[in-house]
């Protein structure tokens, strides 16, 4: 099966910004909606935001204006910037498929830590 491999994660200080990656091999990032999570410890997997397979990018209110969400259809490659980072951003980011039907074997995800 294919699986996402995220990377860019690191710590960063509040107010600073990173730009993570994730890389998916197939067929099937060219036709669905692709997608950011992050876990955070104790919590449930939370959906941050997805992009379409057009590129029309789509955030959850509590990242919104803070994240960008963007991706290269050559490269198979979708991008998450992330900017004017807070301490609440920490977390391990992970990309997949939004639809649950078509979710791929979860990556090891990302770890983000954002200091005060």
């Known amino acids: 099966q294919v699986q996402p491999m995220e990377s860019g994660g690191g710590l960063v200080q509040a107010g600073g910004s990173l730009r993570l990656s994730c890389a998916v091999s197939?067929?099937?990032?060219?036709?669905?909606?692709m997608g950011w999570f992050r876990q955070t410890s104790g919590k449930q997997r939370e959906l941050v935001g997805g992009i379409t397979r057009d590129g029309v990018p789509n955030y959850e209110d509590f990242v919104k204006g803070r994240f960008t969400i963007s991706r290269d259809n050559a490269k198979k490659t979708m991008y998450l910037q992330i900017a004017n980072a807070k301490p609440e951003d920490t977390a391990v980011y992970y990309c997949n498929t939004v639809a649950p039907p078509l979710r791929m074997p979860w990556g090891q995800g990302t770890q983000v830590t954002v200091s005060s």
């Open positions: 197939g067929s099937i990032f060219n036709i669905r909606t």
